[in-house]
């Protein structure tokens, strides 16, 4: 079984993929992705996500942060450039050698995409079950997690019968469960009071300094300013501007004319 939640914190995992450690879970070479015959949605990207690093993706809607994520969780390959994921160039990789990376990263979707037919537990399960754990591994995690979450109470409750913010922590502690790698999360507190919002990112928090590197996608200039130490990424008509660090070549500020 891989690390999970246990205890009040994340037990640290007992097997993990097979690999080397890497400086950058993620570098980004002359990255550009179209859909389609139309424009491109995302361009020119050069950048690399340091491991262990903590990072907040921002911009106006329509600029690409989605798309983006989507590259990082590989669900969808660039038109130009080239990928690295965890150490290993994966841009043309064929796709049944995807699903080992895959496994190593955790994903909070914007529109949750719970499996409608089981519970908020066997929801929250799957990366276990996945992964090989048997039910007695399960239950406790499980438990723990939809607790954290404020949703001991509705754990058997399927997802129609859940509101939009039970539905997006539900897909929370699915994506954090099984303690990933790289966690990409797409407006992960978009449908929480500012409560709730602030114990979530409370929890990402702890996974990264237990090691996960984290992306957060946000409009939510309060969740930034209350993370210390996290960088920020924002991009603007689809490439990266104003970045902290995260540039192969950072833009030079002007020179003064004084």
Do not use: C
């Not at 537990?121 to 090989?132: C, E, K, S, T």
Request: hydrophobic content about 40%; overall charge positive.
């Amino acid at each position: 079984m891989n690390g999970a939640w246990q205890g009040g914190r994340f037990a640290h995992p007992s097997s993990r993929p097979a690999g080397r450690q890497v400086a950058a879970v993620a570098e980004f070479d002359s990255v550009g992705l179209r859909y389609g015959t139309g424009a491109e949605v995302l361009r020119d990207l050069d950048f690399r996500l340091r491991a262990g690093s903590f990072y907040f993706l921002t911009g106006p809607s329509g600029a690409g942060k989605t798309s983006l994520l989507k590259l990082l969780y590989l669900a969808q390959r660039p038109t130009r450039g080239r990928i690295r994921l965890f150490g290993e160039e994966l841009s043309e990789a064929p796709r049944d050698a995807l699903p080992p990376f895959r496994r190593r990263i955790g994903v909070v979707f914007q529109d949750f995409r719970l499996v409608r037919h089981l519970s908020a537990f066997d929801n929250v399960a799957l990366p276990l079950r996945v992964g090989g754990a048997n039910d007695e591994e399960v239950e406790g995690p499980v438990r723990e997690m939809l607790a954290w979450v404020g949703l001991a109470d509705r754990a058997s409750a399927r997802p129609p019968t859940l509101s939009g913010g039970e539905q997006q922590r539900v897909a929370i502690a699915r994506a954090v469960i099984n303690r990933p790698e790289l966690l990409v999360a797409d407006e992960p507190t978009g449908n929480v009071d500012a409560e709730m919002a602030n114990r979530l990112m409370g929890l990402f928090t702890a996974m990264n300094r237990l090691g996960t590197t984290v992306v957060v996608a946000t409009h939510d200039v309060g969740l930034i300013n209350a993370t210390p130490g996290a960088q920020l990424i924002r991009l603007e008509n689809g490439t990266m501007v104003d970045p902290t660090g995260t540039l192969r070549n950072p833009p030079q500020p002007p020179r003064s004319t004084a």
